[in-house]
């Protein structure tokens, strides 16, 4: 039987990435509601490029590595079906 991507331990193998993710969502939402260094569309543009890049670069490394573990042969369980038919 094959696996289903992103199964329940592969979750949770990746799940570390999902702290930094939230904390740089934290700052892109308290950023964007209260700044405390007022409204200066050189800085602002700059100061969210950052943070976006950044998340989505968390996000898109998250999901390569997930494909990677995923298809990794050393990550495969053997299940109780494909034990009994060796």
Known sequence: MSRRAFDAEITLD??????PFAI???FVAVFAVFNPW???PLQSTIQ??????TMGALG???????RV???DERTRHETS????DR
């Not at 969210?48 to 890049?53: D, E, G, N, P, R």
């Not at 079906?81 to 009994?84: A, H, P």
């Open 81 to 84: 079906e494909t034990e009994v």
């Open 48 to 53: 969210f490029a950052i943070l976006l890049v």
């Open 60 to 66: 898109v490394v998250t999901w390569f590595a997930a």
């Open 69 to 71: 573990i995923e298809t």
């Open 14 to 19: 990746l799940a570390v990435n999902l702290i």
């Open 38 to 40: 007022g409204f200066d």
């Open 24 to 26: 740089i969502g934290f």
